[in-house]
């Protein structure tokens, strides 16, 4: 049904005739075309909220740069919202929450969401596969509940979101029960995505990171693991960035796919994630270097990823200054190259 | 020569009757009597180029928590400083330097520096070794030059320090020329730091984490081994956060101790690190739990350490936040735990 369906079998552990390649933040101020849809909508949450300029601008990479696959162009705090807690977006400051989580009186102010709340990214979702008409696979997406957890907890970004684990600390229940209403939330969340439409869905866990690994077992991966083993009707992908203690765990989970950091070592990566196939893993840096540097880079990595089982994205979200000829180049590359060829 | 010598002991890989134990940024905000001596001075910069107010913040938490080790209070900044870069302390933004290093005629307007204009830090040495008066030892400290260019190309912190690895990219030889000046800087200013008194010296690699793994080597391992190799009068360590990818890389330099962070597995460490003392790694918001979790944990630390070759610590510096009595609390408890006991 689907004219390019590369990535879906890649991400089954099929064996395809070159590697599939997207890029994560591929629907991104990188491209012109998607400043100028934003400047009309008149900021980030009007287009996410509106399905019309979410489908849009959604679609663009794989017209203008020709990736594998499109990723709905969605937020990860649009979950929080859901469930009471509504955010802003400040000005080289990133997200905002009026009120944050510190007590079981602010627990009682929050509810777990069916996801009607966030009917207009199934709306987005819906039109979108319209308008791909079969061309790629659509990718759907949430954040893991630990992220959305530090950010309901912090109310803000943060290098070291040392409130949001103070309460680990302090208060684990609360912390526990505030991970399963998030949990239950992002479930019904995934389904309405998967009932809209998407081939895939994507869990970040984007501040994995600053978690020891036995916090990281107890707060994240086992409400991770509720997720991958509620989605059985389409394939899922686990990105936990810096989680590169968390390897052989995630290892265990239900999941098809596991993305990569550059910080991970490819050939370690392979044995900890025997059972996965893998993801990534470019530095994004690596797309301000000149065009022979990019491309002996990119097929450096696909050298050491091999011929099956991998899945070719950077390590992290594009860098909005990163010029589109680069990245373009980037995907080139990987859709040029041929396993054994060099 | 010194009352209490456990932490020399231990870098030195001999064994000590216990654990030694002292606390990044031990002399910081968590004290009421730094906040005190910060007010007084007028600022953070102006403390580190008064060699009184240095000195008296210095000896401070050996006084107030018992720790078996004071550290200069100084700044990593001020080898750029004395490179030819100034910088400020903006409030909640951090350090900011109005010129940065971007092209070659950048790097002809800075030199390396002999450490002559540093002499207030070796002249605050000398203030606070005599006034320590041979109670425990006094620990030196510079940035290793990967983390000095990184603010000295990006200008200020940054998640993701972009600009900086951009230039890794684009002009390799250039880095490679900032790194050597950095680095010939560094070893001449820790040299002014023993020859003051200092009785070990640390390396901080805060930015460590941003790097690939051949990147590290590249552009970090390959510097603070010039570093290392040329100290060799009093131990080293060498504390590069999140660089878990480069533990197997850190085992082989001529450093005496690695400092670990808080994601850092202690077996897995102990194997990756086997020729080095380890430092570290408590999770600097467990002092944010209650007294009976901060014993446990701190215990359990120790154990998985084991009776030799550690030095407890943090794994990153305190949070200005923590409680001064749940700071003490971690120290007290390192210095009541005997192995085997439990």
Redesign the interface.
Known sequence: MLKNDLLLRTARGESTERTPVWLMRQAGRVLPEYRAVRMNAGGFIEMVKNPEFAAEVTIQPVTILGVDAAIIFSDILVVPEAMGLPYKMVEAMGPWFEHTIATEADLARIHVSDGSEIKYVADAIALTKKNLDHAVPLIGFAGAPWTLFAYMVEGKGS??F?KA??L???NPTLAHQLLQMITDTTIAYIKTQVAAGVNLIQLFDSWA?V???M?YNEFSIEYIKQITDAITTVPTTVFAK?A??ARASLNKLSCNVVGLD????IAESKVLLANKVLQGNA????L???EA?IVQQTEKMLHDFGPSGHIANLG?GL?P?LEKSKVKLFVDTVKAYRHGSK
Chains 1, 2 share one sequence.
């Not at 550059?262 to 070592?265: H, L, V």
């Open positions: 290098k070291t040392s684990k103070q680990l600390y302090t990171g978690l020891s690994p916090q810096g590169f203690f550059w910080n991970m070592d530095d994004p840096c690596l301000y270097a000149d540097t992290h860098y200054d």
